[in-house]
């Protein structure tokens, strides 16, 4: 049996086989750690505890959530889903969807998903307290590596979103989403600025206005 190394580094990327990354990340101590893999290098990260970053987390998943059940747009979402291509690469995002007609095409079960297996979702979004300058930089590659059309960064400090279209191994910034059309990241913005002073009901309220004709 292949041994991961026996410390760690969290939260630092580290080189490694792919045996070594699974060892790892199959490990019980570290079930509630976070790992990515690309390019042979891993990085198993502690998830985000915070109330800033639960906060945004909620807010982001409620808002996308309510835009789509207005605009009549079918999603599926899921929450810290991993997504591995055997042998080369593997990602966690904060929450991931699956949109429009391929919904039917997300993956079920109780297993990490597997990409030789279902195709990669649709958004995938990362929610940045410590870890903003790797989700802008690696991830963002390993995003664009998996084939994922689009890539949001969260920034909880400041509580602006950058967000990526992703085609052809490559990416660029994008004010309106692509995949979720209409949606402007400037209202998510706002939304995830008054969650600091009002309740989620009252932000809901907001929201409902911003997307309603």
């Not at 790992?35 to 109330?51: A, C, I, Q």
Request: glycine residues 8%; contains cysteine; negative net charge.
């Amino acid at each position: 049996m292949v041994q991961a190394p026996t410390k760690p580094r969290l939260n630092t990327w580290t080189s490694a086989t792919w045996d070594e990354f699974i060892s790892l990340v199959e490990d019980p101590a570290y079930e509630k750690a976070k790992g990515y893999y690309f390019d042979g290098l891993m990085k198993v990260e502690t998830m985000g505890v915070g109330p800033d970053h639960a906060s945004n987390n909620t807010m982001a998943i409620l808002a996308l959530g309510l835009f789509c059940a207005l605009k009549g747009i079918p999603i599926r979402g899921l929450t810290n889903a991993s997504f591995r291509k055997p042998g080369t690469r593997e990602a966690q995002p904060d929450v991931s969807y699956y949109v429009g007609d391929r919904v039917d095409l997300a993956p079920q079960g109780s297993s990490i998903a597997n990409l030789d297996e279902v195709p990669a979702p649709d958004l995938a979004v990362e929610i940045a307290d410590s870890s903003l300058g790797d989700d802008l930089g690696r991830k963002r590659l390993l995003y664009e590596a998996l084939g994922i059309a689009e890539y949001w960064v969260v920034d909880v400090g400041t509580a602006e979103i950058v967000a990526f279209a992703i085609a052809d191994g490559g990416s660029r910034r994008i004010a309106v989403s692509q995949v979720l059309p209409g949606l402007e990241l400037s209202v998510l913005e706002e939304a995830l600025r008054l969650a600091r002073e009002q309740d989620d009901s009252q932000v809901t309220a907001w929201l409902i206005q911003q997307f309603q004709p």
